[in-house]
């Protein structure tokens, strides 16, 4: 398994570009220094009438699948 930290700060504004299906993938730099992408559909259950904030980790497999988001802290 990896895993791989980052912290979010999208406004609401932001979000309803993914909302919308305008753009598909998010893209963060993880507190590691690597660059991760993921489906912006796992973001979903953290939406809140000011966007999506906080300290995060994605989880995959060692292929980079089955990808997990949850809130940390």
Do not use: W
Request: hydrophobic share 40%; aromatic share 12%; net charge positive.
């Amino acid at each position: 398994m990896k895993q791989f930290e980052f912290r979010l700060n999208i406004t609401e504004q932001q979000y309803l570009n993914y909302y919308r299906g305008a753009i598909n993938q998010v893209i963060v730099r993880s507190s590691q220094g690597a660059t991760i992408q993921f489906p912006a559909s796992l973001l979903t259950k953290f939406v809140t009438a000011s966007g999506v904030h906080g300290h995060f980790v994605l989880t995959c497999d060692d292929a980079f699948k089955g990808s997990e988001v949850r809130r940390l802290g």
